[in-house]
């Protein structure tokens, strides 16, 4: 039935929205890992490159925000890819814990898979039965084209669905690879682009400031700020421009936490264009773009550093460029773009209390405290080896409790009498605790929305706002909160009408609008609806 609807309102959109522009020849989608919506508009009178033209040529969505708990990369994507939350489709983190492999595996790990273009790890969505919006366009025109490029291998991943022509990611190391999931040997062109990266290059580099220092004064807070990361010339500790490498570190290894990065991805996206035609003709392509350094530099430096606002003032000029090539190569009235982020983020927690919010770090040494108590009294009170712990969330053995007669209320106790009395630490749940809650308590319905039935953790642990467990530098973001979970939203393209939408939407959203934009349908299981954009 919700495919039925989903059908007849696009083509109801469709019938009362013709718009008169040019056919979309290529969907460009941009994702700027860990961009708050603030990055956008505090820097909006700067910026005179790729922002300025998406924000000018674009519906900005204020209030978009991904309505699931645990906001972290892998999770992130995969909405945006499938138009799911991830709970039910298994993108469970970045890295989680596997009942039936009983270990630790990675969100896009592929044991069987071999990488193809250089060391590195081969990754896929071989553990996913959900389509994305590249299987979709494929399915309508099996002549579109899929590529998914980006610093992160799950980024690429996600994007990139199920049956993508290609997707490549960095290596950590020198070089942008794939797996034999995706391809039998390296295309010519990205062997050229890695030889032609030549990162060694760059062990003298300075990242250094775009604009006068009187900006960055008035834009941002000051340089030198208690809490950020301090990654060169550490001692005495001192994180300020400018910032290199320092002579024991290959830069190829570091290179993602440094703003040139995005340039690379830049540029690897032109050659993906180039190289396999991508919009040049009148069967709809994709092409998805990761910026994962952004989400680095941000850990390490916060959003209000000086840092992120020259980041983003060389993204802008990188997006800018990149744009006009567009331009020149296809038409950017043939071009539908869009604009996310895979989460949001917190301030550094100094910054904020400097600001007079509460703020902190979990401390570590009491939160390894309290696992010991837990332990301890589980095994003296019940047994040994009952569960696994994954971080502050725990997986239970249930045939054991049930052999043992031991209801998942007992052990969970211990666990609610120890975990919140650890500083930062709001409260514990029980996965059917999160299942029964009333979904209009919007916390609940993020948290309901990672949940998956016999994948997830029995008990699940939630940080007080505010609070991060990183330390002692840098900050995070994986919350349920509004500023974990708020994104920008932009849906661009040459000749629209600029306007600003202050109504709640979701990233899960994305998808079947991109779906409705080109005139394709979509999976019933996609849990957002079409935003309508014209």
Excluded at 107 to 115: F, G, H, I, R, T
Excluded at 378 to 400: S, T, W
Excluded at 428 to 457: G, W
Excluded at 463 to 478: C, E, K, L, M, Q
Aim: hydrophobic share 35%.
């Amino acid at each position: 039935m919700k495919k039925l609807l989903g059908l007849f309102l696009a083509v109801l959109f469709i019938s009362s929205c013709d718009t008169g522009l040019p056919k979309i020849k290529l969907v460009v989608l941009l994702v700027v890992d860990q961009m708050r919506p603030d990055l956008l508009t505090r820097f909006d009178d700067l910026y005179t490159g790729g922002f300025r033209w998406l924000i000018d040529n674009g519906v900005s969505f204020t209030n978009t925000h991904h309505e699931h708990s645990y906001t972290a990369t892998g999770p992130g994507f995969y909405v945006i890819g499938t138009g799911q939350y991830p709970g039910p489709g298994g993108a469970l983190g970045n890295s989680f814990y596997d009942r039936v492999l009983a270990k630790k595996v990675n969100c896009v790990e592929d044991p069987n898979a071999q990488p193809i273009g250089g060391d590195g790890n081969a990754r896929s969505y071989i553990r996913y039965a959900t389509t994305g919006i590249g299987d979709w366009m494929k399915s309508a025109d099996p002549l579109s084209k899929v590529f998914s490029i980006g610093g992160k291998d799950r980024s690429a991943v996600f994007l990139g669905g199920k049956h993508p022509d290609l997707v490549v990611y960095y290596n950590y190391h020198d070089r942008f690879i794939t797996s034999d999931y995706y391809i039998d040997a390296v295309p010519s062109w990205l062997d050229n682009f890695n030889q032609n990266l030549n990162l060694s290059s760059y062990r003298d580099s300075l990242w250094t400031k775009s604009l006068p220092e009187s900006l960055y004064l008035k834009y941002a807070r000051e340089d030198y700020f208690e809490g950020e990361e301090d990654t060169y010339r550490k001692e005495p500790y001192s994180p300020v421009f400018p910032i290199g490498f320092d002579p024991e570190v290959e830069p190829g290894d570091e290179i993602m936490g440094r703003p040139w990065f995005e340039r690379f991805i830049l540029n690897l996206g032109e050659s993906v264009l180039r190289e396999e035609s991508l919009g040049q003709d009148d069967h709809a392509d994709l092409l998805c773009i990761s910026f994962s350094a952004t989400d680095w530099m941000i850990h390490d430096y916060g959003p209000f550093s000086q840092e992120i606002m020259d980041a983003c003032i060389k993204l802008d000029k990188y997006l800018g460029d990149f744009i006009s090539n567009l331009d020149r190569s296809i038409g950017l009235e043939h071009i539908e773009f869009v604009l996310t982020a895979d989460h949001g983020g917190l301030p550094l927690p100094e910054y904020e209390r400097a600001q007079g919010r509460k703020s902190g770090r979990v401390n570590r040494e009491e939160l390894i405290e309290a696992y010991e108590w837990i332990e301890d009294e589980i095994a003296e009170v019940y047994a040994k080896n009952l569960f696994v712990r994954d971080g502050a969330d725990y997986f239970f053995n249930m045939e054991k409790l049930r052999k043992r007669n031991i209801p998942l209320s007992k052990p969970a106790s211990i666990i609610k009498k120890y975990l919140p009395k650890v500083d930062g630490i709001e409260k514990v749940f029980t996965k059917q605790e999160i299942l029964d809650a009333d979904p209009s308590d919007k916390i609940m319905f993020r948290l309901q929305n990672m949940i998956h039935i016999e994948n997830s953790p029995e008990i699940m642990t939630v940080v007080s706002p505010g609070y991060i467990y990183r330390n002692p530098h840098g900050t995070g973001h994986g919350s349920p909160y509004d500023y974990d979970t708020n994104v920008p939203l932009l849906f661009s393209r040459k000749g629209r009408q600029p306007r600003i939408v202050s109504k709640h939407v979701e990233v899960a959203d994305i998808a079947p609008t991109i779906g409705h934009l080109l005139s394709i349908s979509y999976p019933e299981t996609v849990h957002g609806t079409a935003i309508e954009i014209e």
